[in-house]
């Protein structure tokens, strides 16, 4: 048994991982031996004894961000990155098999004879991987079991899997030298779909190819060391973070690549702080400009990364969503110094740019008499999407260590349970447990009866952008406000026109506003755009109340399962 933490000591040189010192065992077969990567296994939104939880489905929107809002939440997968990533640069053969249910892990490991079996899984999934380490031994004795992942952070999680090697931080590095491969050749960035399966307004939406966009992993980590942050504290944390693509000339080859392969033209930038990176993100537009990419991307950005840039420049560089973190304008974190996020945020969905705004419920100063003007200020930034979360001290992040040494720490809270949108797991000075939770839901609920469904404000968003910049000098601009507003003006007319009718019983005011946007686009929009509302709006509606008598027999949505083989020989 061994821990390793590879991708943290590379990290400290802020350089691609190639460092390692001391020993390190090698597998045997080196590049020949076969590797199973999976994810852990579902159903997942439902409540069992490995940890998975109906209130935490496999779904980024509606686990936290839309999920208040019904049958108008933004539904959708997302593939597990890590191991894909991890596949495209070995050239051993290699099998991801993703979202498996028990039944399909057990197949694997039965029909074939795997080198090493290698599974990925978060705080959350630590029964999962167990379960999955002990399938493996009894199902198939000869593989070395590798886990990695943020599972690896749990303090003691040795004692709790049995698992040969535990990679804590990158794991492409670690990978690469384990099958004695180069751990230094150039990331081959693995071709992503970002997400799939989309359904809002109880339709799911077709999936042609070039529909959805690319995801792009420029790096892991981020140097900002909030106390909170996992990522961060994941991949090295204050001052650290790993890069797969140094430089924006690197950037761009591997987006050229997606734009060619997947047929995309907009792309979702996973990385933690994207705009941090300013001299990278520069280059990236000189070169868009040069090659006259129309490029959106989606980026994760802090407040001191976006106000480096001016409007002009982030509209230039294609940024059509951007989630930031505003956590508490009273939290005191380096990252929102001297920002008026209200401003910030209005600024940018002027100049369509959606924002997803992120709050933390539960900080340090938080108390019943204050806590709902907070959670009232951060409402009223009225955000495109907004994210609410539980602060909660994450095993290997900074706020961990210091609530353990502060006794503050809940001993008798499952990890299935630490995800930040059930309840506190620590002691909070002034907020009970079972409140912590009550002012959450109520965070997400304030926030759609106030603002409205999130598609209706990404619509508006988009307007405003369009309208902005539909004349605009450089064309690459032009042409992408003028794409998504041909492509989407009829299907959101349409759609706001169900919204209007379907939001009467939760706000009237809104449903107001709904129907005022909805004129306004009438007045953007082509013909198409104009006619189609009276005829796709009353199907939206129709399918929009269906969807809320499913969920209200508890309907669920999982994932598919996939299984992709590359450099794959029989055994
Ligand atoms: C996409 C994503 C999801 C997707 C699903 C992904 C999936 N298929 O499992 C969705 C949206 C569904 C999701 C859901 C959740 N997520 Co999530 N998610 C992410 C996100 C944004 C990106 C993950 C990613 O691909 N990163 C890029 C890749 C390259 O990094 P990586 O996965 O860490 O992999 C690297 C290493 O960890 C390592 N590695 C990983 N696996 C393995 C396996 C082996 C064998 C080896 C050797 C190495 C290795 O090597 C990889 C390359 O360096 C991260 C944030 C982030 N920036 O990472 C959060 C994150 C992973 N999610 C998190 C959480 C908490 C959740 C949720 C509980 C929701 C919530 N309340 O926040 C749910 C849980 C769902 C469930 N039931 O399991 C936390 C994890 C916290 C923790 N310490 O455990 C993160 C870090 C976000 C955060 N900052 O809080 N998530
Ligand atoms: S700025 Fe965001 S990603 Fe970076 S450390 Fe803070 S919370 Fe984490």
């Given at each position: 048994?061994?821990?390793?933490?590879?991708?943290?000591?590379?990290?400290?040189?802020?350089?691609?991982?190639?460092?390692?010192?001391?020993?390190?065992?090698?597998?045997?077969?080196?590049?020949?031996?076969?590797?199973?990567?999976?994810?852990?296994?579902?159903?997942?939104?439902?409540?069992?004894?490995?940890?998975?939880?109906?209130?935490?489905?496999?779904?980024?929107?509606?686990?936290?961000?839309?999920?208040?809002?019904?049958?108008?939440?933004?539904?959708?997968?997302?593939?597990?990155?890590?191991?894909?990533?991890?596949?495209?640069?070995?050239?051993?053969?290699?099998?991801?098999?993703?979202?498996?249910?028990?039944?399909?892990?057990?197949?694997?490991?039965?029909?074939?004879?795997?080198?090493?079996?290698?599974?990925?899984?978060?705080?959350?999934?630590?029964?999962?991987?167990?379960?999955?380490?002990?399938m493996t031994r009894e199902l198939s004795p000869q593989s070395v079991i590798v886990v990695g992942g943020h599972v690896a952070a749990i303090p003691g999680i040795e004692k709790m899997i049995d698992a040969d090697h535990i990679v804590k931080g990158e794991g492409v590095s670690w990978m690469r030298r384990y099958l004695g491969e180069d751990e230094s050749a150039p990331i081959r960035h693995p071709a992503i779909v970002s997400g799939m399966r989309t359904r809002i307004m109880g339709i799911r939406l077709p999936e042609r190819k070039g529909a959805t966009a690319a995801t792009i992993?420029?790096?892991?980590?981020?140097?900002?060391?909030?106390?909170?942050?996992?990522?961060?504290?994941?991949?090295?944390?204050?001052?650290?973070?790993?890069?797969?693509?140094?430089?924006?000339?690197?950037?761009?080859?591997?987006?050229?690549?997606?734009?060619?392969?997947?047929?995309?033209?907009?792309?979702?930038?996973?990385?933690?702080?994207?705009?941090?990176?300013?001299?990278?993100?520069?280059?990236?537009?000189?070169?868009?400009?040069?090659?006259?990419?129309?490029?959106?991307?989606?980026?994760?950005?802090?407040?001191?990364?976006?106000?480096?840039?001016?409007?002009?420049?982030?509209?230039?560089?294609?940024?059509?969503?951007?989630?930031?973190?505003?956590?508490?304008?009273?939290?005191?974190?380096t990252k929102l110094q001297g920002s008026d996020t209200r401003q910030l945020t209005r600024e940018l969905r002027e100049h369509g740019i959606r924002v997803q705004g992120s709050t933390i419920i539960g900080l340090e100063h938080h108390t019943p008499d204050n806590i709902v003007s907070e959670i009232e200020h951060a409402v009223s930034h009225d955000t495109d999407f907004h994210q609410f979360m539980l602060y909660t001290p994450v095993p290997g992040t900074p706020l961990y260590q210091q609530m353990k040494e502060e006794g503050r720490l809940l001993s008798d809270v499952d990890y299935?349970?630490?995800?930040?949108?059930?309840?506190?797991?620590?002691?909070?000075?002034?907020?009970?447990?079972?409140?912590?939770?009550?002012?959450?839901?109520?965070?997400?609920?304030?926030?759609?009866?106030?603002?409205?469904?999130?598609?209706?404000?990404?619509?508006?968003?988009?307007?405003?952008?369009?309208?902005?910049?539909?004349?605009?000098?450089?064309?690459?601009?032009?042409?992408?406000?003028?794409?998504?507003?041909?492509?989407?003006?009829?299907?959101?007319?349409?759609?706001?026109?169900?919204?209007?009718?379907?939001?009467?019983?939760?706000?009237?005011?809104?449903?107001?506003?709904?129907?005022?946007?909805?004129?306004?686009?009438?007045?953007?929009?082509?013909?198409?755009?104009?006619?189609?509302?009276?005829?796709?709006?009353?199907?939206?509606?129709?399918?929009?109340?269906?969807?809320?008598?499913?969920?209200?027999?508890?309907?669920?949505?999982?994932?598919?399962?996939?299984?992709?083989?590359?450099?794959?020989?029989?055994?």
């Amino acid at each position: 048994m061994e821990t390793c933490t590879s991708g943290v000591d590379a990290s400290l040189l802020n350089i691609h991982p190639g460092v390692h010192s001391g020993s390190f065992a090698k597998h045997p077969k080196g590049s020949q031996a076969r590797i199973l990567l999976s994810s852990v296994f579902g159903p997942y939104a439902q409540d069992d004894e490995f940890g998975s939880r109906s209130i935490n489905p496999m779904e980024l929107y509606h686990n936290q961000v839309t999920r208040a809002q019904g049958s108008f939440s933004l539904r959708m997968f997302h593939r597990s990155w890590g191991i894909m990533m991890i596949q495209a640069n070995v050239s051993a053969p290699c099998a991801v098999l993703d979202f498996p249910t028990r039944d399909d892990f057990a197949r694997q490991l039965k029909t074939n004879q795997y080198d090493v079996v290698g599974i990925t899984g978060i705080i959350v999934n630590v029964a999962k991987v167990r379960e999955m380490c002990r399938m493996t031994r009894e199902l198939s004795p000869q593989s070395v079991i590798v886990v990695g992942g943020h599972v690896a952070a749990i303090p003691g999680i040795e004692k709790m899997i049995d698992a040969d090697h535990i990679v804590k931080g990158e794991g492409v590095s670690w990978m690469r030298r384990y099958l004695g491969e180069d751990e230094s050749a150039p990331i081959r960035h693995p071709a992503i779909v970002s997400g799939m399966r989309t359904r809002i307004m109880g339709i799911r939406l077709p999936e042609r190819k070039g529909a959805t966009a690319a995801t792009i992993i420029p790096s892991v980590g981020c140097p900002m060391g909030c106390n909170f942050c996992t990522t961060s504290a994941f991949f090295g944390g204050k001052g650290k973070f790993v890069n797969f693509y140094e430089t924006g000339d690197e950037l761009f080859a591997v987006m050229s690549r997606m734009e060619e392969e997947l047929k995309v033209s907009s792309f979702f930038v996973m990385d933690e702080n994207f705009l941090l990176h300013r001299e990278r993100a520069m280059r990236l537009l000189e070169l868009m400009k040069e090659g006259h990419k129309s490029w959106a991307l989606s980026v994760f950005a802090s407040a001191n990364a976006i106000r480096k840039y001016t409007m002009q420049e982030l509209v230039e560089l294609g940024v059509s969503w951007l989630w930031m973190g505003l956590e508490s304008p009273r939290a005191g974190y380096t990252k929102l110094q001297g920002s008026d996020t209200r401003q910030l945020t209005r600024e940018l969905r002027e100049h369509g740019i959606r924002v997803q705004g992120s709050t933390i419920i539960g900080l340090e100063h938080h108390t019943p008499d204050n806590i709902v003007s907070e959670i009232e200020h951060a409402v009223s930034h009225d955000t495109d999407f907004h994210q609410f979360m539980l602060y909660t001290p994450v095993p290997g992040t900074p706020l961990y260590q210091q609530m353990k040494e502060e006794g503050r720490l809940l001993s008798d809270v499952d990890y299935a349970d630490v995800h930040g949108q059930f309840k506190f797991n620590f002691k909070h000075a002034a907020i009970s447990r079972e409140d912590s939770k009550r002012f959450l839901d109520w965070a997400f609920w304030r926030d759609f009866q106030l603002n409205g469904p999130s598609l209706y404000r990404i619509s508006r968003t988009l307007l405003a952008g369009f309208k902005r910049y539909k004349d605009y000098p450089d064309a690459r601009v032009r042409e992408r406000f003028t794409r998504e507003m041909g492509k989407l003006s009829g299907v959101y007319s349409s759609a706001l026109w169900a919204m209007e009718r379907q939001f009467r019983k939760v706000d009237r005011n809104v449903s107001e506003q709904i129907r005022a946007l909805r004129q306004e686009f009438k007045q953007e929009s082509g013909f198409m755009g104009r006619m189609l509302p009276a005829l796709l709006g009353p199907i939206l509606l129709w399918t929009t109340r269906r969807e809320e008598k499913r969920l209200a027999r508890g309907k669920t949505y999982e994932p598919p399962t996939i299984l992709e083989r590359s450099n794959w020989v029989e055994a």
